[in-house]
């Protein structure tokens, strides 16, 4: 199942976010998920965000 999310952030806040799932990393997203199975879910729904926040223009170095 696909699932469309869309929403609107400040400026400010898009690239706060973008800045975020750039740096966090594979242990943080560990820590915080129920099974490997899961982590790998997270990072790739993550990445995903990324590349949307790149799109919009917001892709930090």
Known sequence: ????????????????????????????????AASEDETYQMRDAIEQLQRALAE???APR
């Open 56 to 58: 919009a223009g917001f």
């Open 1 to 32: 199942m696909k699932v469309q999310v869309s929403f609107e952030l400040p400026g400010n806040q898009a690239l706060a976010l973008a800045q975020f799932v750039k740096r966090v990393g594979w242990n943080e997203i560990r820590i915080n």
